[in-house]
């Protein structure tokens, strides 16, 4: 007997439950944020499907990658920065070329310490080589067209020394290059390679001690103010350009937690912001390790065809999926030795329905696919987005139904409700995704239904008063003119 039911146990202990399963397919916890910014669990959005290092690849083991860039026909290029070289995959993952040396003017470029790429939809390459102070453009043949070095301006100090970190082109030809120690914004240049201007840059963030040093110097004399630790702007970390042409930036460190994604517009200015002002990213629950406080800290940027925004926290090795307007849609990884978390995460992009993430500490690609609940979101956030508010009501249930806390639903299914002017139920659903200003938008919409509603009876009532009012004022009227003529007969 005691021995069926140790033989029974063991069984039993043998089939792995749900939890177990979920967490053998992501070893990492996935979670949304109420609108008071706390956490609270949600399905797995992304799931980790494979990775892969440098041998496995066929191109030899990586060396401190740090970025990589997936072209519009599925290849993927990598920044082998320890190893001097760029390599090139094809959507297949096969080995397509190894580029580390290229011809200029009758001679041989060897990259020195490439750090940034981009590839222009004609193939044309651009290479921000930090060490050797230069980027190269380089056309689809692998020949250099451009090199630029020690740009000259009078807006450039005399002392600053060009330390390309990342590049980017737009549809114009206009190159954006990330310049290690440049707190004025990205370099611009033409497609001639000359100096510009500088282009976004971020403003210095409000903080107490800024207000109190903002103080201070109103007092001081020159001389004084002059001796002070100047007031710089915070720093970008990435950057990239997408299919709409706007330039998405990150920033490393934020004192305010507030605007680490940007997209800026041809101005400069950010265009990524809520109704209630600058957009917050990363994680919202803020914690403190030996007093160091450890917010989210972006270090790469990438945007599908369908405006979805990922962005990659270095802080705790996590991944944020936006859609167009900044809302948060997933959020996936970590830190660790599993497949699917990371040591040194440096860059991300889409690719094939997939994402990738390039691991600087592991050396190796990770590729992850969505969930079926993941899929759900898309599908129904990319309706929405076309305006197809109750197609997108559809799935937005379904989601709700797997996902109680996904507050994008709720107001998913609102905006159909409110289109289809069912405005108490809409109403309902704006409340349930604590959705301040739809609520208040909506309610107006009922009011004015209200009134339509209400108007011709109360203004018939009104009319009607108006009548009885003036025709027994005029019945009282014609009763004394009758009574005096009387009196007087």
């Known amino acids: 007997m005691k021995l ?19 967490y053998a397919e992501a070893p990492y916890e996935a979670y949304v ?17 494979d990775s892969f290092s440098g041998v496995q690849l066929g191109v030899g083991a990586l060396q401190e990658p740090q970025d990589l860039f997936v072209t519009s026909d599925g290849d993927i290029y990598i920044a082998d920065t320890g190893n001097k070289r760029i390599v090139v995959l094809d959507k297949q993952l096969q080995p397509k070329k190894i580029i580390d040396k290229l011809p200029w003017n009758g001679a041989v470029i060897e990259l020195s310490l490439p750090t940034g790429l981009f590839v222009a939809d004609d193939g ?22 451009l090199v630029i070095e020690a740009p000259q301006s009078p807006l450039i100090a005399d002392d600053f020394v060009f330390k390309p970190l990342k590049v980017a082109a737009d549809n114009a030809g206009r190159i954006y290059v990330l310049s290690e120690g440049q707190f004025f914004g990205l370099m611009q240049f033409d497609d001639k390679g000359s100096f510009t201007s500088y282009y976004g ?10 207000v109190l040093e903002t103080f201070w110097k109103n007092l001081l004399s020159k001389e004084q103010r002059d001796s002070m630790v100047k007031l710089l702007p915070i720093e970008y970390s990435n950057l990239h350009i997408g299919r709409d042409n706007f330039v998405y930036t990150t920033t490393i460190i934020s004192q305010n937690s507030r605007e680490e994604i940007k997209k800026l517009n041809p101005l400069g200015n950010n265009v990524l912001v809520t ?45 944020f999926e ?20 990371f040591q040194q995460p440096v860059a ?9 993430v390039l691991d600087a500490g592991k050396r190796n690609l990770t590729l992850f696919k969505r969930s079926e609940y993941g899929d759900l979101v898309r599908q129904a956030t990319v309706l929405y987005n076309q305006g197809l508010y109750e197609e997108a009501a559809v799935l937005w249930q379904e989601v709700i139904r797997r996902n109680v806390n996904n507050s994008i639903a709720y107001l998913g299914v609102a905006k159909a409700l409110e289109k289809e002017e069912r405005y108490d139920e809409a109403l309902a659903y704006y409340k349930l995704g604590a959705d301040r200003y739809g609520y208040s938008d909506t309610f107006g919409l009922k009011r004015m239904e209200t009134v339509r509603s209400n108007l011709p009876l109360v203004m018939t009532i009104v009319l009607l008063a108006f009548a009885a009012y003036y025709g027994f004022k005029g019945l009282s009227l014609i009763r004394r003119r009758k009574r005096k003529e009387a009196a007087r007969l």
């Open 201 to 210: 840059s971020n403003r210095v963030e409000v903080t107490p001690a800024v």
């Open 348 to 356: 991300l992009s889409y690719w094939q329905d997939k994402i990738v």
């Open 33 to 49: 944020y109420n609108e008071w910014d706390q956490s609270k669990a949600a399905p797995v959005s992304y799931l980790p499907e």
């Open 4 to 22: 069926a039911l140790v033989v029974a146990l063991l069984l039993l202990l043998s089939f792995p439950v749900k939890g177990e399963r979920a």
């Open 275 to 319: 109704s209630q002002g600058a957009a917050d990213f990363g994680d919202k629950e803020i914690s403190y390790k030996n007093n160091v406080k450890q917010d989210s800290s972006f270090i790469d940027v990438a945007v599908d065809q369908d405006g979805f925004i990922i962005g990659l926290d270095r802080t705790r090795g996590k991944v």
């Open 322 to 341: 936006y859609d167009a307007e900044g809302n948060a849609i997933a959020v996936f990884g970590s830190l660790g030795f599993q497949r699917g978390t």
């Open 124 to 145: 044309t390459l651009y290479i921000a080589d930090k060490e050797a102070g230069r980027v190269i453009r380089v056309n689809d043949s692998l020949e250099v067209e």
